[in-house]
């Protein structure tokens, strides 16, 4: 094995340099007589590279795995050529072109030129009208067919590239592969133009031929007409035979190679699965011969022959598929049952997936591709859109059908615990007032989801009246989707694990090393920058500017180890990211502002957890204080307005904490985290309202 290694490396070593001398060998032909001997070895081995040619297209299992058939389809025909001007120069000059010609053209016709030249005739017409002609239409289609389906495919490995399904590697050698099929389909439409070429080439060949060695036997060799014909007749069909019938081979090879679109294996062993694989088809068709041979007048023994050939492979075959189904469910039963012994099966029961979505099973629809849905990538492109917004890359969404759910139900889990859930109506549109409703419409009331807005189910026929009437239209997957991205970006912090975290230091530590060595191990752990990269996250902040979170870190960490306290140093520090995302469409901030009493209020809460280490607020204070700021959250609101509370520095993170739970979207900044250039205006002041 390894001396052929050996050899088939140094031949392959040697390529280029054969591949050079055999073409110029090949145009030598043309102009160099050649003696009888050396032909007739030029003719076997034209013979034998057709048949070889034919066998590798039979054994291979894609178009692709012998791409260079065009190509040598261009060197074998002119290949031949060259051995029909080499022919025809020794039969008028010399009348004697070599043993092989002449066994054509005495013992495979049997002497008789005319049953010759008519079989002859018969191969180039099988090869120009039926193989060529197929051959050369199918390589044409399939040449259209790729080149228009490429955007698709395209597509198709860009959609599979997203998703994490390939890696960029894989990614490009499928890009490659279409263009490589494209071109080769391109490449073979053209070269199904040589072998038609070949096929005229060897009717006018053999014309010639007979008329010109009907003139020099007649007249140079003073032959009768008689003679001249049965000799030189009778070489030039041997000669047309030689010739031919490797033509005919390599043209079936060309047929098969360009007709092996679908198949999964060699040409033998699609024949022997596809054509019998059906013992029942089989067994019918056996059953036909056996009528057929029961009819007087036709010939019994072959068809009860056939009939009995396929009654025994039909057999062979239901036995075989039988004994293969056994053994399938044999190795299945035996598998499971030591997969259910193994420890590993029991670690799987007891892991929870980080995201699961479980749907009941009138939502199947949504999710299954095949019957249109695309809930699945809307939920990568979720995935993307928080990857660029917070700088979080989430685990993938694990999405089960669930039957103790009702049907159209559906719940949003995150590390095995629901987090959300809602009911969605197939055929129907949700139809929500955005404040612009000149009157109402008639539905199903229900809850928005995400937000909790009052909303009604509308059916498909009336989406266009509620949009006319000022309504909001939204179909179901949209809404599922909408609250799954509000699920996840609202826990989003939860994913940023110490495992994350090592991953997104070493990708910092390729590009700025110097502050990864000055931050990490000493003086902060993973777990403490974990907490730092988690409290961002849930206030919004997103953490892709991770070389500046670090900077800052390893500037504060000296001072003090305190999570909290770096988290706001840090803050300070994306200030022009946090202010560019908080502005409006003219660049302004527009926020409200903390009465001094509110003020005062914070501060001593403050100045208390520092002394005890405890944040609250008696319950009448903390009850006005929420009072007073829902009230100015929802003026900003109906303004149309993003509420946001700016803050001193000291009260920020204390003020954040003492409102979370009541108000858990509002964002609160300081006014250390506010950019210089940004124009700041107060739409209000947040007050202690009355919470009676």
């Given at each position: 094995m390894d001396k052929q290694s050996t050899f088939v490396s140094r031949l392959a070593q040697a390529s280029d340099l054969i591949a050079v001398l055999g073409i110029l060998f090949i145009v030598i032909m043309l102009i160099i007589p050649l003696s009888p001997l050396v032909l007739d070895l030029l003719l076997a081995v034209n013979i034998s590279l057709a048949v070889l040619i034919l066998l590798l297209t039979m054994n291979v299992s894609r178009s692709l795995d012998f791409a260079i058939f065009p190509s040598l389809l261009l060197v074998m025909t002119l290949f031949r050529l060259a051995l029909n001007v080499s022919s025809t120069r020794l039969i008028l000059l010399d009348g004697n072109p070599g043993e092989i010609i002449k066994a054509f053209g005495s013992f495979v016709v049997g002497g008789n030129p005319i049953v010759g030249f008519i079989i002859f005739i018969i191969l180039v017409v099988i090869q120009f009208v039926v193989i060529t002609k197929g051959a050369e239409r199918?390589?044409?289609?399939?040449?259209?067919?790729?080149?228009?389906?490429?955007?698709?495919?395209?597509?198709?490995?860009?959609?599979?590239?997203?998703?994490?399904?390939?890696?960029?590697?894989?990614?490009?050698?499928?890009?490659r592969n279409?263009?490589?099929?494209?071109?080769?389909?391109?490449?073979?439409?053209?070269?199904?133009?040589?072998?038609?070429?070949?096929?005229?080439?060897?009717?006018?060949?053999?014309?010639?031929?007979?008329?010109?060695?009907?003139?020099?036997?007649?007249?140079?060799?003073?032959?009768?007409?008689?003679?001249?014909?049965?000799?030189?007749?009778?070489?030039?069909?041997?000669?047309?035979?030689v010739s031919q019938i490797p033509a005919l081979l390599i043209s079936t090879a060309m047929g098969i190679l360009v007709t092996r679109a679908a198949s999964e294996s060699n040409l033998g062993h699609d024949l022997t699965k596809q054509l019998f694989?059906?013992?029942?088809?089989?067994?019918?068709?056996?059953?036909?011969?056996?009528?057929?041979?029961?009819?007087?007048?036709?010939?019994?023994?072959?068809?009860?022959?056939?009939?009995?050939?396929?009654?025994?492979?039909?057999?062979?075959?239901?036995?075989?598929?039988?004994?293969?189904?056994?053994?399938?469910?044999?190795?299945?039963?035996?598998?499971?049952?030591?997969?259910?012994e193994t420890p590993e099966r029991v670690l799987g029961m007891v892991q929870v997936d980080p995201i699961e979505l479980e749907i009941g099973y009138s939502l199947i629809p949504y999710v299954d591709q095949e019957q249109g849905g695309d809930l699945l990538d809307r939920i990568t492109l979720i995935r993307k859109q928080i990857a660029l917004e917070l700088g979080v890359v989430l685990p993938m969404v694990r999405i089960r059908d669930n039957l103790q759910l009702q049907p159209n139900q559906y719940?949003?889990?995150?590390?095995?615990?629901?987090?959300?859930?809602?009911?969605?109506?197939?055929?129907?549109?949700?139809?929500?007032?955005?404040?612009?409703?000149?009157?109402?419409?008639?539905?199903?009331?229900?809850?928005?989801?995400?937000?909790?807005?009052?909303?009604?189910?509308?059916?498909?026929?009336?989406?266009?009246?509620?949009?006319?009437?000022?309504?909001?239209?939204?179909?179901?997957?949209?809404?599922?989707?909408?609250?799954?991205?509000?699920?996840?970006?609202?826990?989003?912090?939860?994913?940023?694990?110490?495992?994350?975290?090592?991953?997104?230091?070493?990708?910092?530590?390729?590009?700025?090393?110097?502050?990864?060595?000055?931050?990490?191990?000493?003086?902060?752990?993973?777990?403490?920058?974990?907490k730092v990269l988690q409290n961002l996250v849930r206030e919004g902040v997103s953490i892709r500017n991770l070389v500046e979170i670090c900077e800052r870190l390893a500037d504060f960490a000296p001072l003090s180890k305190d999570t909290d306290y770096l988290t706001e140093m840090v803050r300070q520090g994306l200030g022009r990211q946090i202010t560019k995302s908080l502005t409006d469409e003219k660049g302004r901030l527009q926020v409200l502002t903390l009465s001094p009493e509110v003020e005062q209020i914070i501060r001593e809460a403050v100045n208390e957890e520092q002394a005890t280490g405890s944040l609250a607020l008696p319950p009448d204070e903390w009850q006005n204080l929420i009072t007073g700021l829902g009230q100015e959250v929802e003026n900003a609101a109906g303004k149309g307005l993003l509420p946001i509370v700016l803050t001193s520095p000291q009260i920020r993170l204390a003020f954040r904490k003492l409102v979370k739970h009541a108000i858990p979207r509002l964002t609160v900044i300081s006014y250390n985290e506010?950019?210089?250039?940004?124009?700041?205006?107060?739409?209000?002041?947040?007050?202690?309202?009355?919470?009676s």
């Open positions: 199918v390589a044409e289609v399939a040449a259209r067919f790729t080149l228009d389906a490429m955007p698709g495919k395209q597509m198709s490995i860009d959609a599979d590239l997203n998703a994490g399904l390939i890696t960029d590697q894989q990614a490009r050698e499928r890009r279409i263009e490589r099929e494209a071109d080769f389909y391109g490449a073979m439409d053209g070269a199904s133009k040589f072998v038609k070429g070949d096929a005229i080439a060897g009717i006018v060949i053999t014309i010639i031929n007979i008329l010109g060695g009907l003139l020099i036997g007649i007249v140079q060799k003073n032959m009768d007409f008689s003679k001249a014909l049965n000799v030189y007749t009778l070489f030039t069909v041997g000669d047309g035979l694989s059906q013992p029942k088809v089989l067994y019918i068709a056996a059953g036909l011969l056996v009528v057929l041979g029961l009819i007087p007048g036709l010939p019994t023994i072959p068809f009860l022959l056939i009939a009995a050939s396929l009654g025994g492979i039909g057999y062979l075959t239901s036995r075989t598929a039988k004994e293969e189904t056994a053994q399938l469910a044999e190795k299945e039963t035996a598998a499971e049952l030591q997969q259910a719940s949003i889990k995150i590390k095995g615990v629901e987090i959300g859930s809602g009911e969605l109506m197939p055929h129907h549109y949700l139809a929500m007032d955005s404040g612009a409703a000149t009157r109402p419409v008639e539905g199903i009331a229900t809850i928005e989801p995400a937000f909790g807005l009052p909303a009604q189910w509308i059916k498909d026929v009336d989406r266009e009246d509620a949009e006319m009437a000022g309504y909001t239209t939204v179909d179901p997957p949209s809404v599922l989707a909408t609250h799954l991205t509000e699920i996840l970006r609202s826990h989003a912090s939860e994913f940023i694990g110490r495992q994350e975290v090592k991953n997104l230091i070493a990708s910092v530590k390729e590009t700025a090393p110097a502050v990864v060595e000055e931050l990490t191990p000493d003086p902060l752990s993973l777990g403490d920058i974990q506010i950019d210089p250039t940004v124009q700041v205006q107060a739409i209000g002041m947040v007050k202690l309202g009355n919470a």
